[in-house]
């Protein structure tokens, strides 16, 4: 049970951090404020159990220590939503990862790429799981400049963990919060 949360709390946040603008190749600039952000995410899950489900069946002890790993990344998980924050900077816009992390272990490949617009197909390979298996991930990323404070978007992503294939589809929608960050990073 605790691989498993493990394993799919690792898809969340590899799927979520990959997000708007992984970098790879040189992307347009999106046409958005820099500043504070908010990701309201909702997912759809086959193949797996729902992480919300599997946090909830945790040992106290245990879910406390997810939650507040989760909180330091400005997380919550509320049923099939997940809101997330995050400091888009002048240089993460100009790198094209605006709402995302660089992840050594994903490659990315722009579909397209204008300041309004972004797709972005990715794979990455996971290695960390317990039994020492690999997780291979691929997916799709759409993301639409609605405004300079307001963005939305799909991800599509195909999981293979040890022979078993999940599919994870999600939408999500961003909003701008202001210019300061604070300690959110």
Not at 17 to 46: C, I, Q
Not at 80 to 88: A, L, Q, R
Request: glycine residues 8%; aromatic residues 4%; proline residues 4%.
């Amino acid at each position: 049970m605790r691989a498993q949360l493990t394993v799919c709390l690792a898809i969340c946040l590899i799927v979520i951090f990959a997000l708007p603008l992984l970098a790879a190749d040189k992307p347009a600039m999106l046409n958005v404020k820099e500043g504070l952000w908010e990701t309201t995410t909702t997912r759809s899950m086959t193949g797996m159990p729902d992480p919300s489900d599997m946090l909830a069946q945790l040992p106290p002890e245990q879910r406390a220590k997810v939650e507040e790993m989760m909180k330091q990344k400005g997380m919550s998980m509320n049923g099939k939503t997940t809101v997330t924050k995050s400091c888009v900077t002048k240089e993460k816009i100009e790198k094209g990862m605006a709402f995302g992390e660089n992840k050594e272990n994903c490659t990315r490949q722009f579909v397209s790429s204008t300041p309004t617009h972004v797709e972005v197909k990715f794979h990455c390979d996971e290695s960390n799981r317990t039994d020492g298996g690999k997780t291979a991930i691929d997916g799709t990323v759409n993301v639409d400049v609605v405004s300079s404070d307001t963005t939305k978007g799909s991800i599509h992503s195909v999981t293979n963990n040890a022979g078993h294939p999940m599919t994870m589809d999600m939408s999500f929608t961003s909003k701008y919060l202001g210019a300061s960050c604070g300690d959110i990073k």
